[in-house]
């Protein structure tokens, strides 16, 4: 047994149960490159019955440079060679070492060079001109130093490789990463252009539909009357989605500047309120809000799209005659929360609820229907703003929807003239 590697060099004391462990980790192969068949024997007795972490080792014999460079072309996970200096020519094993570094660009397989005649190749030019890893004299074939110097360098072998491995699927993943991030953009460049070019005639059909209704010389039999509603309200609905859909394609492609202000919370959540009064008093629902009258640093335009949209959702998903509250909880500073006594949200829904591209949407408590679109635009806005979206929900009690803001900065305080809100 090795002293300095006890833990990982094994000899053959080992049991038959470890043997198997061993060969079903693979091998080290370890390539022997001499022209004197005694040194491929001698090497593979002192060796073969090593093992390191777990792999045995396995030796592949060359007994030219020649040979070995054929070798080492099929063999391209060899992590150690043991090179001789003198074989065919004088510097055989000094060309083999400039082949293996520079022509294969192979800096990661490990090479001990090994002479019988240290006059030939003199250890430290050697060692400084030639990209080699160890020098031992032919002398020390099975000695301890010997036994060192290999695991030593399966050691270092093992480290590179696992670097080299890890460095690679970083790469990989940035690779993937920026061709998600590519397809992502391509696709709501193409869904913004599609909306944009949907929206017009959509807009026109309803135009032309309002005018028909509305024609009191012509007027239309009211079966068709009934039927040219049904049209007009999927109309506004359609324009409704496209509208969505082209705030949060904006959204996304950082389209949209955000241009943060001091704003009163309490008037900016009472001036959503307003606008809502009527949609909630037709379900009987009351809306109380208990916001702070204390300087939230936001666009208002923008968050104020985020609290309608939740205290809409409230609404939408809570019984009659009960109460949406909106509020700064106590232990959460810069937010405001939308509170409901609703449904609660559907579990199978709930991981996805920001997400675009997952159909979230179900019918309110009075059937009325939606695009799914409103949570994944408010959570773009809160991240536009630096905060974050969050949700509490319980089956058949309620939900609370937190919108929190960054804690704003001082220089903040001084306000900008507003430039257009829509980059070109
Ligand atoms: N307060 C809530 N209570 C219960 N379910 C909710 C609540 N808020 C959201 N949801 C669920 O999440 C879904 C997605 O909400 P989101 O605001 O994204 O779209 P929507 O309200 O359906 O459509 P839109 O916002 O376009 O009107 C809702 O349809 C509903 O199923
Ligand atoms: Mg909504």
């Given at each position: 047994m090795v002293a300095e590697d006890s833990d990982l060099l094994v000899f053959q004391e080992e049991d038959e149960e470890e043997k198997k462990e061993t060969d079903r980790n693979g091998s080290w192969k370890i390539m022997i490159v001499d022209d004197e068949e005694d040194v491929h024997k001698m090497t593979k007795m002192a060796l073969n019955t090593v093992s390191f972490a777990g792999k045995n080792l396995e030796f592949i014999s060359a007994y030219t440079a020649r040979e070995a460079r054929e070798l080492l072309k099929s063999n391209t996970d060899i992590a150690l060679v043991l090179l001789d200096?003198?074989?065919?020519?004088?510097d055989a094993g000094l060309k083999l070492v400039l082949y293996i570094r520079e022509e294969q660009e192979n800096q990661i397989v490990r090479i001990i060079l090994r002479t019988g005649q240290p006059g030939s190749a003199p250890e430290k030019k050697v060692i400084v001109d030639y990209d080699i890893n160890d020098y031992k004299a032919k002398t020390e074939l099975t000695s301890q130093k010997m036994f060192t110097s290999v695991i030593s360098s399966l050691r270092s072998y093992s480290t590179i490789t696992e670097l080299v491995e890890r460095e690679r699927s970083e790469q990989e993943m940035k690779k993937a990463k920026e061709v998600a991030e590519k397809a992502t953009k391509l696709k709501n460049e193409f869904v913004n252009l599609v909306a944009h070019d949907l929206k017009h005639p959509f807009a026109s059909i309803l135009g032309f539909l309002e005018l028909i209704l509305d024609d009191k010389e012509c007027p239309i039999p009211p079966k068709h009357a009934e039927f040219l509603g049904i049209v007009k309200k999927s109309s506004e609905s359609l324009i409704t989605m496209i509208d969505k859909l082209l705030d949060l394609g904006r959204m996304s492609t950082g389209e949209v500047a955000v241009f943060k202000e001091h704003l009163d919370g309490h008037e900016l959540t009472s001036a959503v309120v307003g606008r809502l009064r009527q949609m909630a008093s037709k379900k009987g629902i009351e809306i109380v809000n208990e916001v702070k009258s204390e300087k939230l640093y936001v666009d208002r335009e923008l968050f104020g799209s985020v609290v309608h949209n939740l205290t809409s959702n409230a609404i939408k998903f809570s019984k009659s005659d009960s109460r949406v509250i909106i509020y700064n909880p106590e232990?959460?500073?810069a937010t405001i929360a939308v509170k409901d006594?609703?449904?609660?949200?559907n579990e199978r829904i709930l991981p996805n609820l920001f997400k675009q591209e997952v159909k979230t949407t179900t019918k309110g408590t009075a059937g009325e229907r939606g695009t799914g679109l409103g949570l994944p635009y408010c959570k773009k806005i809160m991240d536009a703003h630096g905060g974050s979206l969050t949700v509490k929900t319980t089956h058949g009690e309620g939900t609370v929807f937190y919108a929190t803001l960054p804690e704003a900065k001082?220089?903040?305080?001084?306000q900008v003239q507003q430039p257009d809100r829509l980059s070109s």
């Open positions: 200096v003198v074989m065919e020519t004088d232990t959460m500073p006594a609703g449904t609660g949200i001082v220089e903040a305080q001084i």
